[in-house]
């Protein structure tokens, strides 16, 4: 029986700006098991990113902060530990692969610098035992003449190669944890290919748990046993990989599977999903996808839906399945 790693529950993260409360994140409820790869959906400015920085606790610099919910890893609340407690467990027992690797990195400390500072931290190595773990995760990644890389600065190096310097980085303590932000942005297929392999081969060999945010569903297809899907800063339906791609229950999952191109496809247009995500500062009242919702009712107008179980491991925030679902409890009651 798999054992949940991380539990997140009704997690409330909120911006402050202009003496306003903008909803982020609203609510969210969301695990992952132990050595499970859980792919995280949802088109830009649906609270992905702000989710994994609320488990990591990175928002000190920015205008966000909890308000509400829990953040439980190995059973324990993260979100009442000291900053000093955190320390002890960020870039050691979780790590995350940030979005863009060239702002990450610290363009003025060397490759060799950036990743072993965790490595002293963490683990209490010498300078030597450091250098030496430092070229050995350079090559597990796959990064040739490993022993110069480390004297290079990020500005030096391919998008490619950074990216593998990121992965280095995170993996260099062996977290149990894994957060990757869109890891495979901006790089061409060739490159991607690589960098999924590799996060392949580290799950496997390390057993190390995974949360794999991305827009690309070919993506979540090949690398995920179970999928999120967000909008609007909430959870808006969770299934494991198959079951989402072969029967997927809510409006907003169906246009994303809709929007994708598939070989011999003749239509002029590919299908796209009418209107954009609403902004966290002008909310629409009731469902949130209601205004771009073709199935869309009065209730939803009014009413923001639960996000309720639909079978033993699928859940849907949609009042179409609501009423199925009270049907369906009151035969068996």
Known sequence: MNRKLLEITNL?????VDDRQIPAVNGVDLYINEGETLGIVGESGCGKSVTSLSVMRLLSHTPGKIVGGTIRFKGKNLLSLSENEMRQIRGNEMAMIFQEPMTSLN???KIGEQIGEAVKLHLKYDKKKTREHVINMLKQVGIPRAEEIIHEFPHQLSGGMRQRAMIAMAMSCNPTLLIADEPTTALDVTIQAQILELMKK??????????????DLGIVAEMCDRVVVMYAGQVVEEADVIELFENPKHPYTKGLLNSIPTLGQKADRLESIPGNVPTPANMPKGCKFS???????DVCKEQNPELLP?????RCRCFLYENVTAKEEKIIG
């Open 310 to 314: 639909i079978s033993t491991r699928h």
């Open 107 to 109: 363009p003025v400390y």
């Open 12 to 16: 409330k993260t909120f911006f402050f």
């Open 291 to 297: 205004p771009r919702c073709t199935k869309v009712m």
């Open 202 to 215: 580290l799950k496997k060999e390390k057993r190390t748990a995974i949360m794999l945010i991305t827009h």
